[in-house]
């Protein structure tokens, strides 16, 4: 993928499963008409994701989770020209989207859950990989983050992590970081992980930033609800893509897009 103008990655949440088989069909169809509209808008990726990480989610179990996901990767990769990313921690989940035609295999647990390192290795060897930071569970991740320096803990563990990918026979190549936002963080630990992001793409993979909507922009915004975090969650991925973030991870495709092709223009410098 060419790093060398921002790439935005669009999310596609697909709900929790209906009832009746129509509701299904509706499901797919509107799954279809999103990706399209987030790929018209200028989305080079789209992350597609059946288990919800918020702070204090349940987990999903894995039939249910390839239930929702599997079907919507289909239709989207037999449609349309976009790469996919499934974003989940579940090796059977990562082995059969990839099967499904997703390209990618975004992972908030970095490869620590069972069996998912040796699957990501068993991949054909243009799958990419994101690694992602997490203190905790999602759980109960946001209870009591601490670190004692912040930005260094969350390089070491990404090293770590593509250090093990390495070893498991994983090409670096492959590789992305993510800091995390947001997972095992107060909002001191994630604005400085910001301020100092370049310190991160130093370790020599690209970087995935997600920022979009997240509480710590609602935090900075007097605790703005979801729906009025459109405006900071913009200025977050600018300065993420002006500290060298490759791929920013976005719900609203079409105002990043226009956000950082300004932002490009003027470069990182
Ligand atoms: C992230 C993610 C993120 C990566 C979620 C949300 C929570 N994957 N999945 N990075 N966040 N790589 O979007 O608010 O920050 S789910």
Redesign the pocket.
């Known amino acids: 993928m060419d790093f060398s103008q921002p790439v935005v990655m669009g ?1 596609l949440n697909v709900t929790p499963d209906s009832f009746s088989d129509g509701g299904k069909h509706l499901q797919l169809d509107d799954a279809l008409f999103q990706a399209e509209a987030m790929l018209k808008d200028g989305a080079q990726i789209l ?1 597609i ?1 059946g288990e ?3 702070p204090g989610a349940k987990a999903v179990n894995a039939d249910d989770e390839l239930e929702r996901v599997i079907p919507v990767i289909e239709k989207v990769t037999a449609n349309l020209d976009v790469a996919v990313s499934v ?1 989940t921690s579940k090796a059977i989940v990562m082995t059969e989207a990839v099967k499904a035609g997703a390209g990618m295999v ?3 647990m970095a490869l620590r859950g069972e069996g998912a390192l040796q699957a990501v290795a068993q991949m054909p060897s243009n799958i990419a990989v ?1 690694l ?1 930071h997490m203190q905790g569970q999602p759980r109960t991740m946001q209870q009591a983050p601490s670190y004692k320096d912040v930005l260094k803990e969350v390089a070491a563990f990404l090293n770590e992590r593509a250090d093990a990918c390495i070893q498991a026979g994983i090409d670096s190549n492959r590789i992305v970081l ?1 800091a ?4 095992g963080k107060t909002l001191q630990h994630n604005l400085l992980l910001l301020q100092h992001l370049d310190q991160l793409s130093s370790c020599g993979y690209p970087l ?7 509480s710590m922009v609602g935090a900075l915004l007097n605790n703005a609800p979801v729906d009025q975090r459109l405006f900071g969650s913009l200025a977050a991925a600018i300065i993420a893509w002006q500290k060298g973030s490759a791929i920013i ?1 976005v ?1 609203d495709v079409k105002a990043t897009v226009d956000a950082l092709k300004v932002a490009s223009a003027i470069g990182r410098n």
């Open positions: 999310i992350d994701g919800s990480t918020r974003d975004n992972d908030v994101c992602m993510d995390g936002f947001g997972f995935l930033t997600g920022i979009s909507r997240k991870r719900h």
